[in-house]
Structures are given as C-alpha cells and as structure tokens.
C-alpha cells in the first residue's frame, strides 16, 4: 500500500519517538555497542528536531558566517550524555541536557580542543572564548552565567567519547 504523505514531524513527537525508542533498548540484552549507537543516533535527532541550522543558541560568528561553516555543536557531549543516562539520569532526564548550539567550523574545533582539559557543558565555550546568544530570547549569555549553568559535575573519565 502507497503511504500518503505526512506533515513534517513536531519537535515533541521527534522527542517522544526517541526517548520512548531508547528505553525500549534499555530494557533489552542487546550489546552496549548497540544501544550507545541507538543513543547517539537518537542525540543528535533530538538536538535537531527543532531545524539543524537552527537551534536555540548560537555564537555570535555563526551569525554573520555563510552555512557552509556552520557546525551544529553539542553543548554537552554524547560522552557525558551516554555517562548520565547510565549512571542516574532517566532518559527523559538526559534529552533534556540534549542542546544544539550553531558555531563555525573554526569555533567547532576551539570546542573540541578544550575538552582535552577536562571542561564540559557551557564552561567548553567560557574556555574557548566563544560567545554565545540565546536566539530565543536574543540575550547574550555572559561568561559568568554560562559557569553557572553547568548541568552537573564531571566525574568520570571519557576515553575522546568512549565512555562505558
């Protein structure tokens, strides 16, 4: 049977879909590789349910750099976010953390850069000097505020995003 076409998908029902799909995975005996790459997979469809190109919050170079320098950045990394959901957080709880921020590709590789120092979350951007608005709101969030918006601590170790 032809499907019919169908509208575009919301942004809850994208994010229904992916914590309802990860918890079914959970609950399996599936091997972790399995359901890390379900989970990342999932990540990233929840960071862009909204549009890839454009998410709540972007650095100010993003703003005047032609698309194809856009990088539709995680601001907590699928690392922390696959050691969250498996030591506390429910999913629903994680994909909540699950922001997008759009950078350019020179800001994406000042990001990375400082994950090698143990920073995570906001406090990547405050150590990479990369200024960030909420387009929401079109608030600059300042350097101090982003310190304290960091979502929780980091104790744990992430071999360059192979967490177990």
């Not at 399995?34 to 909204?50: H, I, P, Y």
């Not at 629903?92 to 994950?115: G, N, P, Q, S």
């Not at 090698?116 to 608030?139: F, I, P, Q």
Request: some cysteine.
């Amino acid at each position: 049977m032809p499907s019919t076409p169908t509208p575009k998908d919301s942004s809850q029902s994208i994010l229904d879909g992916c914590i309802t799909a990860v918890d079914a995975i959970f609950q399996t005996n599936a091997p972790i590789k399995v359901k890390r790459a379900l989970f990342d997979t999932a990540c990233w469809l929840v960071s862009e349910r909204d549009g890839k190109y454009t998410p709540r919050y972007g650095t100010d170079a993003s703003l005047i750099a032609p698309k194809k320098l856009h990088r539709h950045e995680l601001v907590v990394s699928r690392a922390d976010l696959w050691f969250v959901v498996r030591h506390g957080l429910t999913v629903t709880e994680t994909f909540a953390l699950c922001e997008a921020c759009m950078a350019t590709k020179d800001e994406h590789l000042r990001l990375h850069a400082v994950i090698e120092s143990g920073v995570y979350s906001w406090e990547r951007y405050v150590k990479a000097g990369v200024e960030v608005l909420d387009m929401e709101m079109w608030n600059r969030l300042w350097a101090h505020k982003l310190r304290r918006a960091i979502v929780f601590p980091r104790e744990h170790s992430c071999d360059r995003g192979r967490c177990e």
